[in-house]
């Protein structure tokens, strides 16, 4: 069966550090993926999605950035963090088009 | 452009109460429909997809959710709330590209005992 895995599951991390959060897929391949924020009390952004390796594309511009190093990894990574990219970033992964996606179990980032 | 609207970001029912959460689409084609729940500090877990076979769609955990094409609705209900049903819920429709998802806002459901 497939399976996806997302870490850190918390991360403190001071204003103006680096930041690298990992996803990997299990038992599937060439999967959509995808990675969102969800700030407190409100719902998903997109922020980046890949059809395959090293294809990303970008949805909010903003001082993160994303990377598919392999075809089940996907990477979001910042080189100076800011107070606003605060929140919860859930990976996801899907088989196809038009198929649900299904979410890792997120990494709750805080900004100090 | 595909977009989802959730009626009413807090829902409150009493337990063993009709739970009924409100889900309205736009789509310029033939929509995929999915309904997920968040439970604290969790990821999003799929709970029903409608994919344009039965226009009533049964889901895990006693959820159903019936597709009106002339409403334009997608809404989600369960005949009997129970006390681990109080989670976040969010509805999603298939971008035209089918690639990507366009989510509501999310619906908080709160059950009392």
């Known amino acids: 069966s497939q399976t996806i895995h997302q870490w850190p599951a918390t991360l403190v991390q001071p204003v103006g550090s680096p930041l690298s959060l990992e996803c990997t897929v299990e038992g599937t391949s060439n999967p959509n993926l995808y990675w969102y924020r969800q700030a407190a009390g409100r719902g998903l952004q997109l922020l980046f999605y890949?059809?395959?390796?090293?294809?990303i594309s970008s949805e909010v511009p903003q001082n993160l950035s994303a990377s598919r190093p392999q075809d089940r990894q996907f990477i979001l990574s910042s080189k100076k963090l800011l107070l606003s990219d605060s929140g919860f970033y859930l990976c996801a992964w899907t088989p196809g088009y038009n198929q649900p996606q299904h979410f890792g179990d997120g990494t709750r980032l805080s900004i100090l | 452009a595909q977009s989802v609207t959730q009626l009413g970001s807090h829902v409150s029912v009493s337990e063993g109460a009709l739970v009924l959460l409100r889900c309205n689409y736009s789509?310029?084609?033939?929509?995929?429909l999915f309904w997920y729940v968040q439970y604290p500090n969790q990821g999003l877990q799929l709970l029903l997809k409608?994919?344009?076979?039965?226009?009533l769609v049964k889901g895990i955990n006693g959820f159903e959710a019936e597709f009106k094409k002339s409403e334009t609705s997608f809404h989600l209900t369960k005949p009997s709330a129970h006390m681990s049903d109080a989670a976040e819920y969010f509805c999603a429709v298939s971008e035209t590209s089918g690639s990507r998802l366009t989510f509501g806002e999310g619906t908080q459901l709160t059950v009392n005992p």
């Open positions: 409608y994919t344009s076979a039965a226009t």
């Open positions: 789509s310029s084609v033939p929509p995929y």
């Open positions: 890949s059809v395959g390796i090293g294809q």
